[in-house]
């Protein structure tokens, strides 16, 4: 069994550069366990502060925790992130999503036609030159989405496809892994 390496240190509060460590403090107090993203951004004390500020403003936006969540798991399938697959369908199920919602999500569809018209666009905008066809930006506004909504949609698959490509490019391993294969040796 081959052992999950990030080709990126992943840092703690011990190892990170001070600049990142009271972030770092602040993720351990609220979540109890650091994931393995965060680690690797602690590598960068700018790079950590930018995410994290750009993800708390985000949480104060007009977007439903399952909204966000389908959003994330469409981004994670697209860019093929194993850690954000495996984070997302866990979140997004408590956000109250089943799994069909959870496997429909991961190809930029939902049953619901509200978010269904909004993944269709997001999908597009990830698709060719990046810019969705007019009529995927009426459909989203005439299901009842404001542009305040959709700025914040691609703000978060924005957000989301970043942490995407440091996991993909980063070789990061689903949270857990490393300390799954450490119990596994120890045996």
Same mark, same amino acid.
């Given at each position: 069994?081959?052992?999950?390496?990030?080709?990126?240190?992943?840092?703690?509060?011990?190892?990170?550069?001070?600049?990142?460590?009271?972030?770092?403090? %602040?993720?351990?107090?609220? %979540? %109890?366990?650091?994931?393995?993203?965060?680690?690797?951004?602690?590598? &960068?004390?700018? =790079? +950590? @502060?930018? !995410?994290? @500020?750009?993800?708390?403003?985000?949480?104060?936006?007009?977007?439903?925790?399952?909204? +966000?969540?389908?959003?994330?798991?469409?981004?994670?399938?697209?860019?093929?992130?194993?850690?954000?697959?495996?984070?997302?369908?866990?979140?997004?199920?408590?956000?109250?999503?089943? +799994?069909?919602? =959870?496997? +429909?999500? *991961?190809?930029?569809?939902?049953?619901?036609?509200?978010?269904?018209?909004?993944? *269709? !666009?997001?999908?597009?905008?990830?698709?060719?030159?990046?810019?969705?066809?007019?009529?995927?930006?009426?459909?989203?506004?005439?299901?009842?989405?404001?542009?305040?909504?959709?700025?914040?949609?691609?703000? #978060?698959?924005?957000?989301?496809? #970043?942490?995407?490509?440091?996991? =993909?490019?980063?070789? =990061?391993?689903?949270?857990? &892994?490393?300390?799954?294969? @450490?119990?596994?040796?120890?045996?």
């Amino acid at each position: 069994m081959k052992t999950p390496m990030s080709r990126f240190h992943i840092h703690d509060d011990l190892t990170a550069p001070e600049g990142s460590v009271p972030i770092l403090r %602040g993720a351990l107090s609220t %979540g %109890g366990q650091l994931p393995n993203f965060l680690g690797v951004l602690a590598g &960068s004390p700018a =790079v +950590l @502060r930018a !995410y994290a @500020r750009f993800r708390s403003e985000l949480r104060h936006g007009t977007l439903e925790a399952a909204t +966000l969540e389908r959003i994330a798991l469409a981004v994670a399938e697209k860019h093929d992130s194993a850690p954000g697959i495996a984070l997302h369908s866990r979140t997004g199920r408590a956000a109250g999503l089943g +799994l069909d919602e =959870v496997a +429909l999500a *991961r190809k930029f569809d939902s049953k619901d036609p509200r978010e269904a018209a909004l993944l *269709r !666009y997001l999908r597009e905008m990830f698709a060719g030159s990046g810019r969705p066809p007019m009529h995927l930006h009426e459909e989203a506004r005439e299901e009842g989405w404001t542009d305040e909504q959709i700025l914040e949609a691609i703000a #978060f698959a924005s957000l989301e496809s #970043f942490t995407a490509l440091v996991n =993909v490019a980063g070789e =990061v391993p689903v949270d857990g &892994s490393t300390e799954d294969t @450490r119990q596994l040796h120890a045996a």
